[in-house]
């Protein structure tokens, strides 16, 4: 299991989310965290998923 951070912006600036998920490898994380992301309601927002060596899983401007 791994580490992933995810983080969710408002266009202000303000931090929405910054959390930190575990899943088994990042193709796990791109499919598992795209549907968390969509259940927090941010998947309009700026949000990002990165692995613990920072390699951009996700992102969404």
């Known amino acids: 299991m791994e580490n992933y951070r995810f983080t ?3 266009k202000t600036g303000e931090t929405l989310f ?3 998920w ?3 490898n990042d193709e796990t994380a791109k499919l598992n965290g795209q549907q968390q992301i969509e259940e927090k309601g ?3 927002k ?3 998923l990165v692995n613990a060596s920072g390699k951009l899983i ?3 401007v």
């Open 46 to 48: 700026t949000h990002r």
């Open 42 to 44: 941010v998947a309009n």
């Open 18 to 20: 910054d959390e930190t």
């Open 58 to 60: 996700l992102f969404h």
């Open 8 to 10: 969710a912006f408002e």
């Open 22 to 24: 575990t899943f088994e």
